[in-house]
């Protein structure tokens, strides 16, 4: 399973940006996917899930302003994310597991940069 990241970019707090996460090879044992983001000295954090069946989680310092779906036909995951905020900075990463809880993750992609200025 390849997964390749695009949608990165610079915005201003308050902005909005949609990343992609476009899925290739055997993709059919794969039970959910997600997103998790790194800040520059911190740890990788869950983001946002979806599972195979399309159920969705979030972070509680996302929910409301960020949403996690697919277009199953095209085997992408996006991310939308609006009222961007400075502390959503950081090198986000698309993931896939076998597992539906995500117990462990399988594969990553090669990550995108998300900056949001003050």
């Known amino acids: 399973v390849q997964l390749v990241e695009s949608g990165g970019g610079l915005v201003q707090a308050g902005g909005s940006l949609r990343l992609s996460c476009a899925a290739s090879g055997n993709i059919f044992s794969i039970n959910a996917m997600g997103w998790y983001r790194q800040a520059p000295g911190k740890e990788r954090d869950l983001v946002a899930t979806?599972?195979?069946?399309?159920?969705?989680s979030y972070v509680d310092s996302v929910k409301g302003r960020f949403t996690i779906f697919r277009d199953s036909a095209a085997n992408t995951m996006y991310l939308q994310m609006n009222s961007l905020k400075p502390e959503d900075t950081a090198v986000y990463y698309c993931a896939a597991s076998y597992y539906i809880d995500m117990y462990s993750i399988d594969y990553w992609g090669q990550g995108t940069q998300v900056t949001v200025s003050s």
């Open positions: 979806i599972t195979s069946g399309g159920s969705t």
